[in-house]
C-alpha cells in the first residue's frame, strides 16, 4: 500500500496473468467504446434528412439532434474526468459504456423528435464520462514509452472511426433505416462492456475523497453559457444582446470558478496543473487544431452533396483516402513522437496541415476523387501526430491522480475548439457569400427583393439552389451563382483555417515530452 502523499502506479499487466490487465487489449476495450462517441458524432449528419422527414422534424430540431449531443458532451467532459479520478476509471468507463449503448437502443424506438432530441442529450453525458476515463485507462496500462505506440494505435482507431462515420451512415440510411444508425451501437457497446469487465484493470486516485460540487455547478454553467453562445451566435448575430449575455455569463462564471478552485480542499480542476507550460499550451492547441479541422471540415459535406451533387453514400467515399491515410499515418506519428519527441513532430504535422488546408483551398466546383483525396490524404498524415502528441503533452504532463481531469480538459478544448471554428468560419463563410452572389447574379440581382435575397444567401450558405417554379434559363443562372459563391466562402474558410495551422505550428515549438511513469514506480503528489 503506498504510503501517504504518494501513489503507486500498479503494473498494467502480468505476463503470466492472461488477458486480464493486457495492455493491448485494453486499449482495443476502450477504443470500441470510443468509437461509438465518434461514430455518433458523425454519421446522424447523414441520417437527418430522413428523420426529418419521418418525424416532421424542422431545421432548428434537426439541427438541436447534432447541438444537444455536442453541448452535454462540452459541458460534462472534464467533471467526468474528475469523477473517474474519484471512483475509479474502469467503474465510470463501464458506466459511461452502459449508459450510450442504453440510450441509443432507446433512440431507435422514438416517435417523436422531442423524445429523440432528449435522448441525445442523454447520449452526449454518458459519452462523456467514457472519453476521458478511456484517456486515463491508456495511460495506466503503458508506461514509459509504450504510450506513444498506444496513442499511435489509438489515433488510427479513432481517426478511422470517425472519417467511416458518413460511408457507415450512408450505408445504413440508404439501405435499411435511420434508426440502424443507432442499433449499431448495440452489439458493439455490449462487446466493450463484457471486453471491459474482463481486461481492464482499475485505475484511481487514492487520496481524493469527494466531489468539489460547487466546482462541478460553477465549471458546468460557464462551459454550457460559452458552448450554447458559440451555437447560437450564427442565428441570433454575435453582436445581439443575447450572444453577449452568454458570453458575458461565461466569463463572470470562470472566474468564480477560478477563485473557488484555489479556496477548495480538493478542488475540481487543480489549477496547479497549468503550472507546467506543455499543459497549458497543449490545451490551447487543442482548441486551435479543432478550429481549424472541424471548422473547415463542416462545410465539405454541404460541398460534396449540395453542390457536386453526390449522394450521402458517394460523399463518404470521398473521405475514404482520409481515413485509409489516418490508419498509416497514426502509428507512424507514434513511432516519429517517441524518436524526435512531441515538439518537431507536432510542428511538423500542423505545417503540413496548413498544406493541405491550403490545397483545399483551391478544389474546384468539379473535383474529381483525385482532386479531393490528394488534400485528404495529406491532411491524415498533417493531423494524426497532433492528435497522438496531445495526450502526451495534456495527460502525460501531469501526475498520474490527475489523469482523468486532463483527460477531460483535452476533449473539452477540442469540442470548444471544434465549436468555434464551425461557428467563427461559418459567419466568415456566410459573409462571403453575401457579398459574392449579387455579383455573379448579374442583373437579375435587381429583381430579386431583400427578403428573397437574404432565403438565396441563406441557401447558398449551404451549397443549395433553391430553383423550384423557375424557368431553366432562370434556374441555371441562380444555380451558377450560388454554387460560385459558395465556392468563394468554403475557399476563404480553409485559407483561414490554413493561417490558423501555421499559428499553432509556432505554439507547439513551445511544448515539451511528458514525464510518464515507469512500473511500480512511486509517484508523489506533494
Do not use: C
Amino acid at each position: 500500500m503506498a504510503e501517504a502523499g504518494t501513489m503507486t502506479a500498479k503494473t498494467p499487466s502480468d505476463p503470466e496473468g492472461g488477458a486480464k490487465g493486457s495492455p493491448w487489449l485494453t486499449l482495443l476495450a476502450v477504443s470500441l467504446g470510443v468509437i461509438m462517441v465518434m461514430l455518433d458524432g458523425t454519421v446522424v449528419g447523414i441520417a437527418n434528412p430522413v428523420i426529418g422527414a419521418e418525424l416532421k422534424a424542422t431545421l432548428s430540431d434537426l439541427q438541436w439532434v447534432t447541438s444537444g449531443y455536442l453541448l452535454a458532451l462540452a459541458v460534462f467532459l472534464i467533471t467526468a474526468g474528475k469523477l473517474g479520478d474519484l471512483f475509479g476509471h474502469k467503474r465510470i468507463f463501464l458506466i459511461g459504456v452502459a449508459g450510450f449503448t442504453l440510450t441509443s437502443l432507446a433512440i431507435g424506438f422514438t416517435t417523436s423528435i422531442t423524445q429523440l432530441i432528449i435522448l441525445r442529450v442523454l447520449q452526449g453525458l454518458f459519452g462523456a464520462l467514457l472519453q476521458p476515463a478511456a484517456l486515463a485507462l491508456l495511460r495506466n496500462a503503458f508506461p514509459g514509452p509504450k504510450l506513444n505506440q498506444a496513442m499511435g494505435a489509438w489515433g488510427g482507431i479513432i481517426g478511422l472511426s470517425s472519417a467511416a462515420g458518413p460511408i457507415v451512415g450512408g450505408l445504413l440510411v440508404e439501405n435499411v433505416s435511420w434508426q440502424s444508425v443507432f442499433f449499431i451501437n448495440v452489439p458493439v457497446g455490449i462487446i466493450a462492456l463484457i471486453m471491459g469487465v474482463l481486461i481492464i484493470n482499475e485505475s484511481k486516485t487514492q487520496l481524493l475523497s469527494k466531489v468539489d460540487w460547487l466546482g462541478v455547478v460553477l465549471l458546468s454553467g460557464a462551459m454550457f453559457s460559452l458552448v450554447w453562445s458559440i451555437i447560437k451566435a450564427p442565428e441570433w448575430g454575435w453582436g445581439d444582446t443575447k450572444t453577449v449575455g452568454f458570453l458575458a455569463a461565461f466569463a463572470v462564471l470562470t472566474a468564480l470558478f477560478i477563485f473557488w478552485q484555489t479556496k477548495a480542499r480538493q478542488p475540481l480542476v487543480p489549477l496547479s496543473i497549468f503550472k507546467n507550460p506543455s499543459v497549458a499550451i497543449g490545451t490551447v492547441l487543442m482548441m486551435m487544431v479543432a478550429f481549424a479541422m472541424f471548422g473547415a471540415m463542416f462545410f465539405l459535406g454541404f460541398f460534396f452533396q449540395g453542390v457536386h451533387g453526390l449522394t450521402p453514400l458517394e460523399a463518404g467515399v470521398r473521405m475514404l483516402p482520409m481515413s485509409a491515410g489516418m490508419i498509416i499515418a497514426s502509428p507512424l506519428a507514434g513511432i516519429a513522437i517517441g524518436r524526435l519527441g512531441p515538439k518537431i513532430t507536432m510542428a511538423a504535422g500542423l505545417v503540413i496541415t496548413a498544406l493541405a488546408m491550403f490545397l483545399m483551398s483551391r478544389l474546384g466546383i468539379e473535383a474529381s476523387f483525385v482532386d479531393s483525396g490528394i488534400p485528404f490524404l495529406v491532411l491524415a498524415f498533417g493531423l494524426s501526430p497532433v492528435f497522438v502528441g496531445a495526450t502526451e503533452i495534456i495527460v502525460g504532463n501531469v501526475e498520474p491522480q490527475y489523469a482523468g481531469v486532463a483527460g477531460g480538459v483535452q476533449q473539452s478544448a477540442m469540442q470548444i475548439g471544434g465549436a468555434l471554428g464551425t461557428a467563427i468560419l461559418g459567419a466568415v463563410m456566410a459573409g462571403e457569400i453575401a457579398s459574392r452572389l449579387p455579383g455573379y447574379l448579374g442583373p437579375a440581382a435587381q429583381a430579386i427583393p431583400p427578403a428573397q435575397m437574404s432565403q438565396l444567401e441563406q441557401a447558398a450558405a449551404f451549397g443549395v439552389a433553391p430553383t423550384q417554379g423557375l424557368t431553366a434559363q432562370a434556374a441555371q443562372v441562380i444555380t451558377d451563382a450560388v454554387h460560385n459563391s459558395f465556392m468563394d466562402g468554403m475557399h476563404l474558410a480553409f485559407l483561414v483555417s490554413t493561417g490558423v495551422a501555421i499559428l499553432t505550428a509556432l505554439l507547439a515549438l513551445f511544448v515539451k515530452r511528458g514525464a510518464t511513469p515507469t512500473e511500480g514506480a512511486p509517484i508523489h503528489v506533494g
